[in-house]
């Protein structure tokens, strides 16, 4: 298998095998244009000017499953930067089911808050509740809510943070192409109950087809009962496509929290095919696997930590009549070269871009 290595933005390769020159070039594209997300983010690109900060705020984070790495980040995010603004918050876990969260919807009204954040669930699935707060006049700001990234007033939404999640589709899909010499055999996991999983899904197989390489299978399987579904399903497709399937792509990291197990029984090491490479989140357990070799190569990271201060800062915007920033963060490919970049020490993908002081700053805040 040819080495690749991603220095500070720069792809490296390394004897590169004799390929004809029109495959050649398309695995070395597929890692220049991965490269590019590698590097240190030190330069600050977001707004540095808004209101000020709004005095004892009330919030209310209404987290899809606090299982989930992903939510569990931004939500920590959220009650720093509030911290920092002198809100207050109360986290409501909607445990990964509508039920659930539908009933959080509920208790959230019960509190009067002055704003609420939507934190990682699809807001078409609570459409009734979201209407209700735009009639009680209660700002809404969310997280992966929606295939809309930014600005989303139509949808009720003052603003739905993200990265550019094709983006992070297509950088997942290139570097799995890159890592299989540009051959890779696919297996696309996803849930069909978020619109977004489904966009980023549907790009990661759009581009994997384009640059040649195959999908095996394209699952659907919901994020909230991975822990119960992965483990069989995972032993079911090594069955089915044996050493034909060479990567792992999944919408989200927490798919390969459940793998590794019927992986190893299978006889198979944590360094070997069919390797993960996950389009978001860059949860802390992502991070372990990186780190240790097993079985997850690469995630493609969202500065969780920096969305929960964005989240903040719109929501701020929102409940004082100011416009949206739009601001649209960086996202990171993490791998085992350069997993120490930006917080990855703590596991985490932290630019180091100053954003908290620029925060601080706009709200008038120490």
Not at 52 to 68: C, P, Q, S, T, W
Not at 96 to 111: D, E, N, T, Y
Not at 199 to 204: E, G, M, Q, V, Y
């Amino acid at each position: 298998m040819l080495k690749r290595t991603l220095l500070t933005g720069v792809a490296a390769m390394i004897a590169l095998p004799a390929f004809a020159d029109g495959h050649a070039a398309k695995i070395e594209a597929a890692m220049e244009s991965v490269a590019k997300y590698a590097g240190p983010k030190t330069e600050w690109d977001g707004p540095t000017e808004g209101p000020a900060a709004m005095e004892n705020a009330r919030i209310v984070v209404l987290a899809g499953d606090l299982k989930n790495g992903g939510i569990l980040g931004v939500t920590k995010g959220v009650e720093e930067a509030a911290a920092a603004a002198g809100w207050s918050v109360n986290v409501l876990d909607g445990a990964g089911s509508v039920q659930s969260r539908a009933a959080a919807f509920g208790q959230a009204f019960a509190l009067q808050p002055d704003g609420i954040i939507i934190n990682g669930f699809d807001s078409t699935e609570q459409q009734a509740a979201i209407e209700q707060a735009a009639e009680a006049g209660i700002p809404m700001v969310a997280w992966h809510s929606g295939p809309v990234i930014g600005c989303d007033p139509g949808n009720g939404i003052f603003a739905n943070v993200s990265t550019d999640a094709m983006e992070v589709s297509a950088a997942s899909a290139q570097w799995a192409f890159a890592d299989a010499d540009g051959e890779p055999g696919v297996v696309i996991f996803t849930d069909s109950t978020f619109q977004i999983a489904i966009a980023k899904a549907d790009r990661i197989k759009e581009e994997i087809e384009a640059l040649g390489g195959t999908v095996l299978e394209y699952v659907d399987t919901p994020i909230a009962d991975t822990s119960n579904r992965m483990p069989t399903l995972t032993t079911a497709l090594l069955q089915r496509h044996g050493a034909a399937w060479t990567h792992s792509l999944a919408i989200n990291d927490i798919y390969f929290d459940f793998m590794g197990p019927s992986l190893a029984s299978a006889g198979i090491a944590g360094d070997a095919r069919p390797l993960a490479v996950a389009a978001g989140d860059g949860s802390e357990s992502a991070y372990q696997r990186i780190r240790a070799g097993q079985y997850q190569a690469v995630t493609v990271a969202e500065p969780l930590n920096l969305q929960g201060w964005q989240l903040v800062d719109e929501l701020n915007r929102a409940m004082q009549g100011a416009e949206c920033s739009g601001y649209l963060s960086p996202l990171h490919v993490v791998t085992a070269e350069n997993i120490a970049l930006d917080g990855g020490d703590d596991n985490i993908f932290d630019p180091g871009n100053g954003y908290r002081d620029v925060y601080k700053g706009i709200w008038g805040v120490e």
